[in-house]
Every structure is written in structure tokens, then in C-alpha cells.
Nanobody, 118 residues
Framework: QVQLVESGGGLVQPGGSLRLSCAAS????????MGWYRQAPGKQRELAAT???????NYADSVKGRFTISRDNAKNTGYLQMNSLKPEDTAVYYC????????????WGQGTQVTVSS
């Protein structure tokens, strides 16, 4: 059974930092690309950052320079370091893993709430 479990969300003041973690089980994590997506109330889910299995990263313009995505394949865990947080970063953050080969596999975590407020 595949599980992606996010942790590390919470309430933080503007300008603060949080680090999200995504622990994967039931998959060979190292062969998957992974990403962090977020969904604010009343809005569609959007991409925040992705990292390929080879380590290539990509960021939404809105988080570039403030967020850093990384992965530790030995621990089957992905991370999102979020610095200089803004109220507009408030959202539920979801971890995603994706594999495309002969078959395609796409998995989502349950999400973790991040609230940026004074």
C-alpha cells in the first residue's frame, strides 16, 4: 500500500520559516519525480515546486528564491523548506510523487495546513 505522509505544517508569522516533510512508503521513492502543490481556500490547486528523480528542481514564480525543494532517497523522504513566508502562502500543501514509464503512477498525500498570519 502506497502512503505519502506530510508533516511540518502549522501557524507561523509573516517572515517566518517552516520545513515540510513527505515520508513515502510502498514505492521505490528514488525512481519517482516528486512535487509540492498547494491549495488556498476557494482556489485551485497549484504547483509550488518539483524535483525530478535526478535532482532537477523547478519552482513557481511566486515561491522562487524563498522555497527550496529537496529529497533524501535513503530516507524515502522529500522536503520543502519555506522561508520568508507571506500571508498569501497560506494553503494546504500536498506532496505528490509521479512515475512515467510503461505505466504511469501518480500518488498524493493527505495534505498539511500552513497558515501565515500575525
Amino acid at each position: 500500500q502506497v502512503q505519502l505522509v506530510e508533516s511540518g505544517g502549522g501557524l507561523v508569522q509573516p517572515g517566518g520559516s517552516l520545513r515540510l516533510s513527505c515520508a513515502a512508503s510502498g514505492i521505490t521513492f528514488s525512481i519517482y519525480d516528486m512535487g509540492w502543490y498547494r491549495q488556498a481556500p476557494g482556489k485551485q490547486r497549484e504547483l509550488a515546486a518539483t524535483i525530478t528523480r535526478g535532482g532537477t528542481t523547478n519552482y513557481a514564480d511566486s515561491v522562487k528564491g524563498r522555497f527550496t525543494i529537496s529529497r533524501d532517497n535513503a530516507k524515502n523522504t522529500g522536503y520543502l523548506q519555506m522561508n520568508s513566508l507571506k500571508p498569501e502562502d497560506t494553503a494546504v500543501y500536498y506532496c505528490n510523487t509521479y512515475y512515467s514509464g510503461i505505466y504511469k503512477y501518480n500518488y498524493w498525500g493527505q495534505g498539511t495546513q500552513v497558515t501565515v498570519s500575525s
